[in-house]
């Protein structure tokens, strides 16, 4: 089993973190963010990762803290399971429409870690969540994940769609490069002899 535990904790944080890589999208996600632990369940979900987060963050000031971190110790709860990241596909793509979203994401797990956001919002606010965390999520789980990432919106009007089609087709494009790739076993998808 490629699975993996992170905890995080700082003067703003503790998050603990379990992944399983060949799962089937089970997830238990409570950060005290409503809409951000519904798109954590999107993303265990449509990768089939399954997905346990406990969060405790300094909410009183605001979310900030408790989405970056996240994101951080996610990220690296992936790299852990990954271990060598021998067999598998390495790199994933996915175009997902959501109503009147339509979102891009393509991914390499190479372990340089880069993000292309081309993702804008019509408001800044989803409810009481602040739509410029999205960007932050993922660029956390980007740097920690090691993980060159690039989401782009093609289409969209609706904020919540928006957010919820960029977790979607990250996760449908992980759930691609995370698989072991039967022409692959054994081999690290790279010439270089690491990634």
């Given at each position: 089993?490629?699975?993996?535990?992170?905890?995080?904790?700082?003067?703003?944080?503790?998050?603990?973190?379990?992944?399983?890589?060949?799962?089937?999208?089970?997830?238990?996600?409570?950060?005290?963010?409503?809409?951000?632990?519904?798109?954590?369940?999107?993303?265990?979900?449509?990768?089939?990762?399954?997905?346990?987060?406990?969060?405790?963050?300094?909410?009183?000031?605001?979310?900030?803290?408790?989405?970056?971190?996240?994101?951080?110790?996610?990220?690296?709860?992936?790299?852990?399971?990954?271990?060598?990241?021998?067999?598998?596909?390495?790199?994933?793509?996915f175009h997902l429409a959501m109503d009147d979203a339509q979102?891009?994401?393509?991914?390499?797990?190479?372990?340089?870690?880069?993000?292309?956001?081309?993702?804008?919002?019509?408001?800044?606010?989803?409810?009481?969540?602040?739509?410029?965390?999205?960007?932050?999520?993922?660029?956390?789980?980007?740097?920690?994940?090691?993980?060159?990432?690039?989401?782009?919106?093609?289409?969209?009007?609706?904020?919540?769609?928006?957010?919820?089609?960029?977790?979607?087709?990250?996760?449908?494009?992980?759930?691609?490069?995370?698989?072991?790739?039967?022409?692959?076993?054994?081999?690290?998808?790279?010439?270089?002899?690491?990634?």
């Open positions: 089993m490629r699975s993996a535990s992170i905890t995080r904790e700082t003067a703003e944080t503790r998050i603990e973190v379990t992944v399983n890589l060949d799962g089937t999208g089970r997830y238990d996600n409570q950060t005290g963010v409503g809409f951000f632990d519904h798109m954590l369940d999107q993303l265990s979900r449509h990768s089939l990762i399954d997905l346990t987060v406990r969060a405790k963050g300094d909410l009183h000031i605001d979310d900030h803290h408790t989405v970056e971190d996240t994101g951080i110790a996610l990220g690296q709860a992936l790299v852990r399971a990954l271990g060598d990241k021998t067999g598998i596909r390495r790199y994933g793509r979102v891009a994401a393509a991914l390499d797990l190479s372990g340089r870690p880069y993000l292309v956001w081309n993702v804008e919002f019509p408001r800044e606010k989803i409810g009481s969540f602040d739509t410029e965390l999205v960007r932050e999520f993922f660029q956390a789980l980007s740097t920690h994940g090691g993980i060159t990432l690039h989401v782009d919106r093609i289409h969209g009007l609706n904020a919540h769609h928006i957010a919820e089609a960029a977790f979607k087709a990250v996760a449908r494009a992980l759930r691609e490069a995370v698989e072991p790739d039967p022409r692959m076993a054994g081999v690290l998808p790279s010439t270089k002899g690491a990634l």
